[in-house]
């Protein structure tokens, strides 16, 4: 990262001098103020937990003497100490933020192709697929999404779906370095509500579909605000991609900027299928298609139920208005595989084993509606709930797997500060709704080993909740859990000679 003249780092900006003078050099933007110091700029956030204006001072003794502010302030006493100080104000500090990280890295999102996935459900396993897709192809291709952000052979944790605009526009940059020329990323109704991708002009923008969520304190008023944030992707992307079935699409599609393109199993779409079909063979779990309009096409697809049909299908016409060749995306689309999404895990031929991160009633419904179509021996819920959060989760996660499973097995998650007994008695108390069988094994490691060990042939075996952590968090500590890892231990303590 270069040096660079404040005046450049603030040329999109509307802004008044306060204080002090543009014409001055730093190299870098924070709005951590503990990073704040001599050659950056510190962008005052107002966030739902703090105010950045409240460390001005603090930011001022660590040698930082640039201040963006869009509060009014009195005249801080430390400023007659610190007479060099440039104060900066601006209507809307977040975007202020958005643009000046963008500055700093020299605009790296309009170096790539870029490419947001929006909806309720579906944005992982979507991304992936055009991933798996572009790649084959011959493009280098980057994610940031739920599961981490990922980058040729690197590797970085993700703590948001959707990062702050300064980490958006650093991983931009890194990918670039990493000789990526294309990126595709989740972007959730928090990140449009508060400008984390303010100013990114997206070649792509896909809608998958909407379902009330995020709706509380700290997320979203109500669901009309969730809709409207959502909408706002496309309102700043070239080309639109909607799942013409859902209800909420016509919303989506109101005052968009972009071009719109469809797909659904509605034969109005620009891309649509039918005939589906459900496979289940050693080790591979998942359906096909056929496909009409822009695409005359068989497809299978290897991850299960009609929901991958909808994420393939906007993969597809994504790949489609890049340019990819039929041939391409058909292969990366029977070996797509998402970690922790409707896993397959082979260790038998005799049934099926898959890890998921279904962690509500919604999502756990989902699947094993789904799993159902698969016409399995038994469908077998393994599943606990998180402590320190909702009850309801737990009395609804309960009662889903009572009444959809054939056998539930109650267990652990992230217990975090709360007895994972008094997790499991909440679990009960949705599960005894139902007449569905049950058994109890608290420690999760048990509960998968029983799990395969009382296996029937023509089993599907769910493990629920954990899908891509590869942790469990007791007591504010997280302890090494890789449900793969846990599987390899179980085979080699019962001595089963199978392959994963």
Known sequence: MNHKNLSEVLENIEYTVVKGDVNIQVNDVVYDSRKANKDNAFVCII??????????????????????????????????????????????????????????????DKKLTTIAVTGTKGKTTTTFMIRDILEKHGRKVGIIGTTGIYMGEKFIDNPNTTPQSYEIHKYFSMMLQEGCDTCVMEVSSQALKLDRTYQIMFDYGIFTNLAPDHIGENE????????????????????????????????????????????????????????????????????????????????????PGKFSAYNAMAAIMTAELIGVDISDIKEALSNTFVKGRVEAVKISDKFT?????????????????TIRNYKPKRIVSLFGCGGNRSKLRRYEMGEISGKLADLSIITADNSRFENVLDIIEDIKVGINKTDGEYVVIPDRKEAIKYSIENAREGDIILLLGKGHEDYQEIEGVKRPFDERVIIKEILDEIGEKKQI
Do not use: W
Not at 57 to 82: A, H, S
Not at 281 to 301: C, N, Q, S
Not at 357 to 365: D, G, P, R, V
């Open 47 to 108: 966030g739902a937990v703090t105010d950045g204006h409240k460390y001005i001072e603090n930011t001022l003794k660590q040698g930082c003497r640039v201040i963006v502010i869009e509060r009014e302030i009195e005249e801080l006493p430390v400023f007659e100490e610190y007479q060099d100080v440039t104060v900066i104000k601006t209507e809307n500090t977040k975007k202020a933020l958005a643009v000046m990280a963008a500055a700093i890295y020299d605009y790296p």
């Open 220 to 303: 979203h008023a109500d669901y009309d605000e969730y809709v409207y944030c959502k909408s706002l992707l496309f309102k700043q992307c070239v080309h639109g991609i909607f799942n013409i079935d859902d209800e909420e699409t016509s919303k989506m599609v109101n005052g968009a900027v972009c071009s719109i393109h469809t797909y659904g199993f509605n034969s109005i779409a620009d891309l649509y299928a039918d005939n589906i079909e459900y496979i289940v063979r050693p080790g591979f779990i998942g359906i096909g298609i056929d496909l009409h309009g822009t695409v005359e096409e068989h497809v299978e697809i290897s991850t």
């Open 353 to 369: 084993l898959l890890i998921d991160y279904a962690h509500n009633a919604m999502s756990m419904e989902s699947l094993l509606t």
